[in-house]
């Protein structure tokens, strides 16, 4: 009896999987005629949404009369026909999803849900449907009274289900389940990931922009912060700070130095018209962790000599009899000295000081800058909104990052110093920024 010793390939092509055979001393008889697009795996719809995850966070704000979410049926790869199919609401599967994840929620009422069935055709040689609206209404009421609104801070469900009967549904991607929540919290921030918020009024000379962030005897910064990572290296090399707003060797709130903490605030008072340095000391026992929302501020006043730092409200660190000991003309805090004529200095920004190579790299929402020294009281009372912000002359910045959409971020004081992105901004859905000095005593 011969040998044949033989050696077989597997190769996947097309999306399937096709055998190929060497023999020493055989050849398989009609290996020429394998047509692997005969072998593909059957083509299947699927909901776009649910391709990597079928439950779809829908958190929005409280102030939202209307809520747009849309679906498309895809194709796994195109059909030689028109492929037609329908993606409806199934009320069976809130039953199924309660069990599922020990939930109790109900299925959205119905009166705030414009949306039950859409049918549509995928074209010959295509392979995603047009966009289907799935919209709710009414979700503020009516009347200053908002009689009818949908309740605040509960949690509904929504479930769509996709159905064909000219081809394979990819149960798998079949069902979404969306979750519904008209919430109090802040529910849009801007992603930063190698991106930062530049101000190009700020270099304007005698704008009123510029006049507001300079001749300055005081400073708070704050913002709402989550950090994805904090990078140790990156396309530069080492990477140690994390930059969170103000100017570069001046006066500017970071996570991070040489020598620093990585993972802890720190407010550099560099310059002229503070010389206080790098405050506090680093202590690896005020780090922040990634994946949670920060309240992080900093406040700097000529007079008193105090430099404070807080974390979600609460003072962290201080210090006293520190900056300059003598006010004066000449050193005021001046946070826009481009307009000033100092052409090469470095410049106020959001999420960038001295390059691109010491980006965020999380998300951020409700930015400010004031003229004055916030006391605790007022950090703690006004983590999360400002009202009536043009009412407050030393609000001299406010961007909630409530846009959700484009790359300006507008400024709510009365200064009218709208930000510009340096690249596209991606505004991340889910977001829901917990009010914890509504919870804590």
């Known amino acids: 009896m011969n040998k044949i010793s033989t050696y077989i390939r597997f190769s996947v092509i097309a999306g399937a999987i096709v055998i190929a055979g060497l023999t020493g001393n055989l050849l398989l008889a009609g290996c020429s005629r394998f047509d692997a697009q005969e072998h593909t795996f059957p083509n299947a719809v699927y909901l776009d949404v649910s391709a990597t995850e079928q439950v779809q966070p829908a958190t929005f704000s409280n102030n ?44 959205v009422p119905s009166q705030y849900l414009d949306f039950s069935r859409a049918d549509v055709t995928i074209p010959a040689g295509k392979t995603v449907s047009e966009a289907i ?66 101000f190009p009024l700020l270099d304007v000379p005698d704008s009123p922009q510029a006049n507001a962030y300079n001749g300055l005897t005081a400073v708070t910064y704050e913002a709402l912060i989550y950090i994805d990572q904090f990078d140790l290296t990156n396309n530069f090399g080492g990477c140690n700070i994390s930059s969170v707003m103000g100017v570069e060797q001046y006066l500017l709130m970071r996570i991070g130095d040489v020598n620093f903490e990585r993972q802890q605030i720190q407010f550099d008072g560099s310059g002229s018209g503070s010389s206080f340095g790098k405050f506090p000391s680093s202590d690896p026992l005020k780090k922040l962790e990634e994946g949670q929302w920060y309240h992080v501020a900093c406040t700097y006043d000529q007079a008193s000599r105090q430099v404070r730092v807080y974390v979600n409200g609460r003072l962290q660190s201080e210090g006293n009899e520190l900056g300059i000991s003598v006010q004066g003309a000449d ?69 909630k990052f409530d846009e959700g959409k484009g790359n300006t971020v507008k400024d709510y004081s009365r200064y009218g110093n709208d930000g510009i992105a340096e ?19």
């Open 64 to 107: 939202l009369p209307e809520l747009l979410k849309e679906i498309s049926v895809t194709l796994s790869y195109p059909a030689s026909e028109d492929v037609t199919a329908s993606v409806a609401v199934d009320e069976s599967l809130v039953a199924r999803y309660n069990a599922t994840h020990g939930t109790s929620y109900a299925l």
């Open 331 to 399: 050193n005021r805090i001046n946070l826009a000295q481009r307009a000033l004529g100092a052409s090469k200095a470095y410049q106020f920004f959001l999420a960038k000081s001295y390059n691109e190579y010491r980006p965020l790299q999380g998300k951020m929402a409700e930015a400010r800058v004031w003229s004055v020294a916030r006391t605790p009281e007022q950090i703690w009372e006004n983590m999360y909104r400002i009202r009536n912000p043009k009412d407050l002359p030393e609000l001299i910045g406010y961007w």
């Open 133 to 198: 609206p799935v919209r709710l209404k009414g979700l503020m009421g009516e009347g200053e009274e908002q009689t009818g609104a949908m309740t605040i801070d509960e949690t509904y469900l929504l479930p769509v289900r996709i159905s064909s009967s000219s081809i394979k549904i990819m149960e798998s991607s079949a069902i979404a389940y969306y979750l519904l929540k008209r919430s109090s919290a802040i529910t849009v921030a801007a992603s930063l990931h190698d991106n930062w918020i530049n």
């Open 423 to 441: 690249k596209d901004i991606v505004w991340p859905s889910g977001i829901e920024i917990p009010e914890i000095n509504k919870v804590e005593e």
